[in-house]
């Protein structure tokens, strides 16, 4: 049996970027908070725990009074950063330059009048982030179906949360643009409503859909490492999955079933861009030691 790991898996430069700087933080020994999960992987906040790092929710930030606290990669809206200088909070703002972009973005068509509408999770801390740059006005669709409720009757833009699927994106990007077309009054169609779509769905993620189709095909079983609660990984999870249906979601070596092996000869390890390095080598490493004598014995 081959156990390969997924070379293009793994985290994506924004998620390095807010651990270092998360790690090069904690040096100085003083305590560090991070306002969330530093990131959607569970095993990788116990080690970064284990290094003194705490999480604190927004609504908990009283208990960072004057410490420092750390804003991870999906950003914080500006309600954040207004309660963090009340409390003499020390921002470390690691949130990822993509997704700040998209906050600047977002920011600059609500002051000049656009309705702004989100492709992304209502609930997800990077779409929070990005609603507070409209003061709580954008509307978030997370399905094509949701397009519904959005009322057309000013100049409107659409633009995307950074992890979700691209084909989607475009389909609700089409369905806004026939609403808008069939509110057109008589056939001046320079009456219809001005209407903007930004692909801000990250390269990190996109670029990932080919190379990850392709490793699933290559091999006859999937072992996708990511955490439950990784928007990225759902989505590159249900990829996998499509291109090859022998592939099997665990967060940790624990959850491996030996079933799954039966007459697997090529065995891929791949994740989400949450995903560490260390976590798909140590789930190889339990391949090798629980499967594959097992296997070969049998
Ligand atoms: S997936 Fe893209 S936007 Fe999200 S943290 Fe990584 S680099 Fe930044």
Redesign the pocket.
Known sequence: MNVTIDKSSGF????VRTIEIAEQEMGGGDDLYSLGDIIHNPMEIHRLGDKGLKTISVAEMEKAKGKRVLIR?HGEPPSTYKRAEELGITLIDAT?P??TKVQERIRKFYLDGYQVVIFGKKEHAEVIGLIGQTNGQAIVVKSVEDVEKVKLDGKTVLFSQ??MDKPTFHKIKEELQNRIKDLVVGSFEDEAIEFHAKDTI?G??SGRDAKIREFAKANDIVIFVAGRHSS?GKVLFAISKEANPRTYFIEDSSELQAEWFHEAENVGITGA?STPQWLMEQVKAAIEAKFVPALTAG
Do not use: E
């Not at 994506?12 to 998620?15: F, N, P």
């Open positions: 994506c430069w924004g998620v990669a990822c993509v997704v950074t992890t990250c990190q993620v990225n861009t």
